[in-house]
């Protein structure tokens, strides 16, 4: 009698927000996926026509939905290999300085107090062309020309890499924190066992640290891959998706053929398609990085 008292007590705690994930992130998905099937009037409460897998071959056989997509694998890979490589550099020094790393902590963690809109519009004057702080400090040292000898954000073969500046400046220090926190579970034993036998730094690394590291890595690969590949804000606000859509991602393609293009059903079988690809995404990294008993096996 008890324990269904106990499990009635969690259910009705459970209850509000079990509505509100049904409601605010459940319904929007299922309208989502339905309306992918439709060509909707953008006019409120106009017609919707049902066309079937139409709106499904319109963006695959689209130029501007392949290229973007292409765009961002290129992105994430860019973003998340940056993030993870100093993230885990910052981790490992911050492990071996111990407590006296705490101050460093706590100012390496201020980049991710800031709104994502902000960083990408204080980059976007760090970055533009002719009044660009960082092209001003590469010539006074010499190693630019001019101030517009590299331009950062109108180059359509650099811009990839400069709009992916502030995320990796922004959300690296995430990447650290899990990582950090990861580190602290490693029993000091094995470390010290390893010196012991004369293990050497990098093998320490490669066959003792990253394999232990694994689930939290796994976590927070999934994570940044996912927050990265539906960047948006951070790049609308320095180019929005310019020059020549050389920055367009797949986010701020279905934002433009939803508002621009005013075409609801494509935008949405292209955010379906979208969010199939990183579930897709999430669940072979889940495997093959995680791969969850196999040390049991």
Same mark, same amino acid.
């Given at each position: 009698?008890?324990?269904?008292?106990?499990?009635?007590?969690?259910?009705?705690?459970?209850?509000?927000?079990?509505?509100?994930?049904?409601?605010?992130?459940?319904?929007?998905?299922?309208?989502?996926?339905?309306?992918?099937?439709?060509?909707?009037?953008?006019?409120?409460?106009?017609?919707?026509?049902?066309?079937?897998?139409?709106?499904?071959?319109?963006?695959?056989?689209?130029?501007?939905?392949?290229?973007?997509?292409?765009?961002?694998?290129?992105?994430?890979? !860019?973003? %998340?290999?940056?993030?993870?490589?100093?993230?885990? *550099? $910052?981790?490992?020094?911050?492990?071996? /300085?111990? &407590?006296?790393?705490?101050?460093?902590?706590?100012?390496?963690?201020?980049?991710?107090?800031?709104?994502?809109?902000?960083?990408?519009?204080?980059?976007?004057?760090?970055?533009?062309?002719?009044?660009?702080?960082?092209?001003?400090?590469?010539?006074?040292?010499?190693?630019?020309?001019?101030?517009?000898?590299?331009?950062?954000?109108?180059?359509?073969?650099?811009?990839?890499?400069?709009?992916?500046?502030?995320?990796?400046?922004?959300?690296?220090?995430?990447?650290?924190?899990?990582?950090?926190?990861?580190?602290?579970?490693?029993?000091?034993?094995?470390?010290?066992?390893?010196?012991?036998?004369?293990?050497?730094?990098?093998?320490?690394?490669?066959?003792?640290?990253?394999?232990?590291?694994?689930?939290? !890595?796994? %976590?927070?690969?999934?994570?940044?891959?996912?927050? *990265? $590949?539906?960047?948006?804000?951070?790049? /609308?606000? &320095?180019?929005?998706?310019?020059?020549?859509?050389?920055?367009?991602?797949?986010?701020?393609?279905?934002?433009?053929?939803?508002?621009?293009?005013?075409?609801?059903?494509?935008?949405?079988?292209?955010?379906?398609?979208?969010?199939?690809?990183?579930?897709?995404?999430?669940?072979?990294?889940?495997?093959?990085?995680?791969?969850?008993?196999?040390?049991?096996?």
């Amino acid at each position: 009698m008890g324990r269904m008292k106990d499990r009635a007590f969690a259910l009705a705690m459970m209850a509000p927000a079990a509505l509100f994930l049904g409601a605010f992130v459940l319904w929007p998905l299922v309208k989502l996926v339905i309306d992918s099937f439709f060509d909707i009037s953008p006019i409120a409460g106009g017609p919707r026509t049902f066309i079937g897998l139409d709106n499904y071959r319109q963006a695959l056989h689209s130029s501007d939905f392949t290229h973007a997509a292409v765009r961002t694998i290129e992105y994430t890979a !860019i973003v %998340v290999t940056a993030e993870f490589l100093l993230g885990l *550099a $910052a981790a490992l020094l911050f492990s071996m /300085l111990g &407590q006296r790393s705490s101050v460093f902590r706590t100012f390496f963690l201020y980049p991710l107090m800031i709104a994502p809109i902000v960083a990408g519009l204080l980059w976007r004057f760090l970055l533009i062309d002719n009044i660009g702080m960082v092209n001003e400090l590469l010539s006074r040292v010499g190693l630019g020309s001019s101030a517009d000898a590299i331009g950062w954000l109108s180059n359509p073969h650099i811009v990839l890499f400069s709009v992916a500046i502030p995320d990796i400046w922004l959300t690296t220090s995430f990447m650290t924190l899990v990582l950090f926190a990861g580190l602290q579970n490693i029993p000091a034993e094995l470390i010290e066992a390893a010196r012991i036998d004369g293990a050497g730094s990098w093998r320490m690394l490669t066959r003792i640290i990253l394999p232990l590291l694994r689930p939290v !890595i796994a %976590v927070a690969l999934i994570v940044r891959g996912i927050d *990265a $590949a539906k960047a948006f804000d951070i790049i /609308l606000i &320095q180019t929005k998706g310019g020059p020549d859509n050389a920055s367009q991602t797949l986010s701020l393609l279905i934002y433009q053929t939803m508002v621009r293009f005013r075409e609801p059903g494509l935008a949405s079988a292209m955010a379906t398609m979208y969010l199939v690809a990183m579930l897709v995404v999430a669940v072979v990294a889940v495997w093959f990085i995680w791969r969850p008993g196999a040390e049991q096996r």
